[in-house]
Every structure is written in structure tokens, then in C-alpha cells.
């Protein structure tokens, strides 16, 4: 994996650099550290006894979620697949947004 392809805010490379199989890797590492990050926050929480953020039924209390989406690059929609695989591999769930800009993305990050 070429180190060059990470940048201050997000991940860029070439074709031959940012293939499925690097995408499905950086999803994997992405998805480990937002589930450990999720699981320290939840102890932390139950341990001073406060109620956790996410009080809503459903899969949303046990694991975290990310946003995921896209530019309009023909390479985008392998990269997207690649790189949710990764992520979901952890237990992590992934709301797909889609083709959008990236203050598109960043609202929706924000939101969940």
C-alpha cells in the first residue's frame, strides 16, 4: 500500500494505487478503530453512569455507523463496494449516500 495516497482529510490515488483490494484494507482498519472508539465511549458512559447518546431501538445501539459515498469517477462504485465490505467486516454499520460532493458527505456525517 503506497503511504502517498493519505492525506490530511481523505485518501486519494491513482488506479493502480487505490484498487479493491487496498479500499477493502483501509475499510477494515477504518471500521476497527470507529469500533473500538464506539466501545470506549459506551464503557466510558455506563461507567459514570450516563445514558448513551443512542437511545433508539435497534442495531444503532450496539454498533456505530458511518457515512459512505462517492464521486463520479467510472472507478467509484468498485471503490464504494470495496471499502463498505471492509467496513461492515467489523461490525460496523454504513449508510451508502451515494454519488455526492463532499459538503454533501460531510452533512452527512454530521447527522448520524
Known amino acids: 500500500m503506497n503511504p502517498e495516497i493519505f492525506r490530511e482529510y481523505d485518501i486519494r490515488g491513482l488506479n493502480e494505487e487505490l484498487d479493491d483490494d487496498t479500499a477493502g484494507r483501509i475499510g477494515m482498519a477504518y471500521g476497527t478503530i470507529i469500533r473500538k472508539s464506539f466501545a470506549a465511549k459506551k ?3 455506563n461507567r459514570d453512569g450516563k445514558k448513551s447518546e443512542n437511545t433508539k431501538p435497534g442495531p444503532g445501539n450496539l454498533f456505530p455507523t458511518v457515512a ?9 462504485p468498485a471503490i464504494a463496494q470495496a471499502l463498505i465490505r471492509g467496513i461492515t467486516s467489523t461490525c460496523v454499520n454504513v449508510v451508502f449516500v451515494g454519488e455526492v460532493t463532499t459538503p454533501e458527505l460531510y452533512y452527512a456525517v454530521h447527522k448520524l
Do not use: E, F, L, Q
Open 43 to 45: 464503557t466510558s458512559a
Open 68 to 76: 459512505v459515498g462517492m464521486d463520479n469517477r467510472a472507478s467509484s
